[in-house]
């Protein structure tokens, strides 16, 4: 979008002769920020409004540009070719800052506890049970699977590789080397 602003009249001379275009004499003194705070604050207020949809989140952003604009640059203004579109142009990089960082704390999601176990559960198994469970809990899913289908669900290892899309051969891998470790970590030969 380009937006043409006009020239005022009385920075305008015309030049008598073959043209008649007008020819810009003297440019006019950059505004000072408290001037330009006082008359653009508003309009970038709205801007930033429609693009986080959050009035105080706006004001924020539109705050926070004018001071950085104001560390960078002091109270005059004249290093800046157009200071309204400097700050337009600040507004809506801040605003899609704050999109961004929306977006990324909105997708996070915080891990979940471990469940605790139910009292009754804890008050019925034995220490040499809780041991088992505790070592079963360090083997990997895979031999966890195996483990439990075959000692726990009673299958067979036909049926165990048909639960779980995997060959006798792989159930009766996993069963050994699953055994193996839980016999170390058990302390039992």
């Known amino acids: 979008m380009i937006f043409v602003l006009p020239i005022p009249l009385s920075l305008?001379?015309?030049?008598r002769g073959a043209s008649a275009s007008p020819v810009v004499t003297a440019v006019p003194a950059a505004p000072a920020i408290d001037e330009?705070?006082?008359?653009?604050?508003?309009?970038?207020v709205r801007l930033a409004v429609l693009m986080v949809d959050d009035l105080p989140t706006a004001e924020d952003i539109v705050q926070d540009v004018f001071t950085r604009l104001y560390r960078r640059h002091g109270t005059g203004l004249g290093d800046i070719a157009d200071p309204n579109a400097y700050l337009v142009s600040a507004v809506m990089n801040a605003a899609r800052s704050a999109l961004r960082w929306r977006r990324i704390a909105r997708?996070?999601?915080?891990?979940?506890?471990?469940?605790?176990p139910a009292a009754e559960?804890?008050?019925?198994?034995?220490?040499?049970?809780?041991?088992?469970?505790?070592?079963?809990?360090r083997l990997t899913t895979r031999q966890r699977q195996v483990m439990v289908l075959r000692y726990w669900s009673g299958f067979s290892e036909r049926e165990i590789a048909g639960a779980l899309r995997i060959t006798t051969g792989t159930v009766k891998s996993t069963a050994h080397r699953a055994l193996t470790l839980l016999r170390a970590q058990l302390g039992e030969q």
């Open 12 to 15: 305008l001379r015309w030049r």
């Open 36 to 44: 330009l705070y006082r008359e653009r604050r508003l309009p970038l």
């Open 121 to 137: 559960d804890e008050a019925l198994l034995g220490a040499g049970d809780r041991e088992v469970i505790r070592a079963l809990g």
């Open 107 to 116: 997708a996070y999601l915080p891990p979940r506890p471990d469940p605790a």
